[in-house]
């Protein structure tokens, strides 16, 4: 993969700067900077691999993504409650496994939902629910996730076991069906707006998820997109799932409705909110 190709295909698509200038919430000018990861010119331009010592990193497309550091992140973050690791190990010796949630994307939408008091959060793709477990210890006791998949073949066995025995089944409902179909209905029944919706199901239908959650979404809500560069693929027009992201990237780029930021975290995440 071309890391530096895909660098610069993420400060094309997405201006940070005008994420902050524009936006409302408080946390973004004093928190959000702290969770940009350096980008493939601060690893390469920031010493000579031949007077230090340190690994080189130059083939890296973060810092975040070196495993030395990682390992290093993992140990003094602490992104995951016991329990949440357990599952998370549990996940990992199943088939699909690169599929589960990341923990960094996990604590950054349990630091929203504290530091703006979210009560209600919208996830599209279940998948084995560890990010469904995530979202529901951040929220408080009165808080809801609503959690949609099209069927429950890869969780069934093992979310609501684990959703139990964290003492949040009571705050989780999962709904079962195309995503977009019941996004749909709760357009047409009005049901309560959601502070923060993450998308991280099938990429092809991203367009159309991003369309119905920005009526879904309450004011000064978030939308979270997974993936939005998709293992390098938005660089090959040839791939459905990239070009279909590549597609977003580019609409939600000029898309005068919302305001927007692009982090260069694990695969890519865009978070969106409404003028």
């Known amino acids: 993969m071309n890391y530096q190709k895909l660098t610069l295909y993420a400060i094309e698509c997405f201006n940070f700067n005008n994420f902050l200038r524009d936006c409302e919430f408080d946390f973004c000018a004093v928190h959000l900077p702290l969770l940009i990861v350096c980008d493939y010119y601060s690893v390469t331009n920031c010493r000579s ?158 367009d159309h998820y991003y369309e119905l959650s920005l009526q879904l979404l309450k004011p000064k809500g978030i939308i979270a997109i997974d993936n939005t560069l998709f293992r390098g693929s938005v660089l090959d027009p040839g791939d459905c799932s990239g070009a279909a992201i590549h597609a977003l990237n580019v609409k939600i780029k000029n898309d005068p409705r919302v305001i927007k930021c692009h982090l260069s975290i694990v695969d890519g995440l865009t978070l969106v909110s409404k003028v």
């Not at 497309?61 to 690791?85: M, N, W």
């Not at 073949?153 to 959703?163: H, M, S, V």
């Not at 995503?179 to 749909?184: F, I, N, R």
């Not at 357009?187 to 993450?198: K, M, T, V, W």
Request: proline share 5%; net charge negative; charged share 30%.
């Open 49 to 206: 691999a031949m007077d230090d010592p340190r690994p080189d990193l130059s083939d890296k497309f973060t810092l975040a993504q070196v495993p030395e550091l990682k390992g290093y992140i993992s140990q003094h973050c602490d992104y995951r409650s016991d329990l949440e690791k357990k599952l998370e190990r549990e996940i990992m010796q199943l088939p699909r496994s690169m599929m589960c949630g990341d923990g960094q994307e996990a604590d950054l939408f349990a630091f929203l939902i504290k530091l703006n008091g979210m009560k209600r959060a919208l996830e599209v793709g279940t998948f084995r629910g560890l990010t469904t477990l995530s979202l529901a210890l951040a929220l408080p006791s009165d808080g809801k996730v609503v959690t949609l998949d099209i069927n429950d073949q890869f969780g069934k066995d093992i979310a609501p076991r684990y959703w139990k025995e964290a003492g949040v089944a009571s705050k989780i409902e999962w709904r079962i069906g195309p995503a977009a179909d019941t996004m749909q209905k709760m357009i047409y029944e009005r049901e309560e707006p959601f502070d923060l919706i993450f998308i991280d199901a099938e990429k092809t239908g991203y």
